[in-house]
């Protein structure tokens, strides 16, 4: 008997430690069967006391009163299915009649108490059908992305939401984004996620890094073109407005519009060309927009002017040219000057870390949802790399981007620098690096002279 209370004792600490110190392991083991019994054991009497119930049917009703029993129950929705997943529990619900998905949504912090869950996440799959994602346990403390990624063209996994599924950009799908925080938030942690993520793809990374550099410029080799000053900015801006237009240009020639092709094949951006027609698509990074939109004097105004206008007019056209713009600062609103809000008003997509106002997430998230603005300024300050990614339908999540290195991303950037393409209108841009003794990279003379 002792020794039987000897060894309950240490599965209960193991189980314990188990879950404190690595608490995935323990979802897998454990946590997973226990969660999955109290749902099913618990769900009616949840249910009914959170509302999502209905009475039921006339005829019922009857049917009962003919047959003297006892009235029926209030109805819930009916289990479809029951998924376990590495992060938690994925419970699929046919509505009934009369309930609506708002209705579930609402009641998602009731039914996290309810069943012992993390977090709980609801979402309309189809009309009638709800799907709540539940996690077992805080994903965003300790970053683990899961070994089976879905990778497709322009398409990178940058970060983990808060239920469990992985945060993909989708250039293809929302074509520019806007990233905001404040210092020492992950921000560049995430940037670095994108680029180590791109680096794999065939895609021309281009970077403007006013910072003197510091943030880009280790990761040159798989730059093709790179600019660490305002007038280096200002070249080469101008020069992918040009790109862009020849990119147009060989787009109308090959459109192929006649009589006999069908509607499908007609050629309106660079993805309806043939392969061996299309141009590479060009992902442009700046990181700190506002250094681009200061200025000091009557001359650094006007290179400012051009500046802005050349973002703009890439985020207006860019995209069917196959020109991405992802734009980094610490804010981004009117007080940067005029064409700011139309330039903001082009990315769509919007990712907010740790601010040190309400004023800055009101930048991004103030016009599609005051929900993002009021958790984008609950992120603490001890939580790097937490952040609120949303876009222009109003929809938006917690994430976190794992923890990689300059180190580790230098290396990837180095792995694949021989899928750096070759841009004709970028050649002047693109820095020749090479690796000193202390393993600094240096600019060729063409780079340096338009520096």
């Known amino acids: 008997m002792a020794r039987l209370s000897v060894v309950l004792l240490l599965v209960v600490a193991t189980v314990l430690v188990l879950r404190w110190r690595r608490p995935a392991w323990y979802w897998m083991t454990i946590g997973v069967v226990l969660a999955a019994l109290r749902v099913l054991v618990r769900y009616a009497s949840v249910m009914d006391a959170c509302g999502l119930t209905v009475p039921p049917s006339r005829w019922r009703l009857a049917l009962s009163r003919m047959t003297d029993r006892p009235a029926p129950e209030p109805r819930a929705p009916r289990i479809r299915c029951l998924r376990p997943t590495r992060t938690g529990l994925v419970l699929r619900l046919k509505l009934r009649p009369g309930q609506d998905a708002f209705d579930v949504s609402a009641a998602t912090d009731r039914l996290r108490h309810s069943f012992g869950m993390y977090g709980v996440a609801a979402r309309e799959i189809r009309s009638g059908v709800v799907e709540l994602r539940m996690t077992g346990y805080d994903v965003l403390k300790r970053v683990q992305m899961p070994a089976k ?3 497709a063209p322009m398409r990178v996994p940058v970060a983990l939401r808060e239920d469990g599924s992985v945060q993909y950009r989708d250039y293809r799908t929302v074509p520019h984004g806007l990233t905001i925080g404040a210092t020492e938030s992950g921000k560049s942690v995430y940037q670095r996620n994108l680029v180590a993520g791109l680096a794999a793809q065939d895609v021309a990374l281009v970077g403007i890094d006013c910072k003197q550099g510091v943030e880009l410029f280790p990761l040159a080799r798989r730059f093709s073109a790179l600019a660490d000053n305002q007038d280096t900015a200002l070249d080469l801006l101008e020069a992918l407005v040009s790109h862009m237009e020849s990119v147009y240009q060989l787009v109308r020639a090959e459109q192929r519009i006649s009589v006999n092709v069908p509607d499908a094949e007609i050629a309106a951006d660079i993805w309806d060309l043939a392969e061996d027609l299309r141009p590479t698509p060009v992902v442009v990074l700046v990181d700190e927009v506002s250094e681009l939109a200061l200025f000091a004097s009557k001359e650094e105004e006007r290179r400012r002017d051009r500046i802005i206008t050349a973002l703009v007019r890439l985020a207006q056209l860019g995209r069917a040219a196959g020109i991405y713009l992802e734009i980094c600062g610490q804010r981004f609103g009117s007080e940067l000057g005029k064409g700011i809000t139309m330039l903001r008003a082009q990315l769509t997509g919007r990712t907010v870390h740790r601010v040190n106002d309400e004023t800055s997430a009101n930048m991004a998230f103030g016009d599609i949802s005051p929900d993002a603005v009021l ?31 300059l180190r580790e991303a230098v290396n990837l950037c180095n792995k694949h620098a021989d899928r750096t393409p070759d841009v004709p209108v970028l050649a002047p841009f693109r820095p020749a690096v090479a690796s000193s003794a202390s393993g600094a990279v240096t600019l060729n003379k063409a780079s340096a002279a338009t520096a």
């Open 149 to 151: 990624i879905d990778r």
């Open 375 to 405: 958790a984008a300024i609950q992120i603490p300050a001890d939580a790097p790399g937490v952040a609120v990614a949303g876009d222009s339908t109003g929809g938006w999540s917690r994430i976190r981007a794992p923890h990689i290195s």
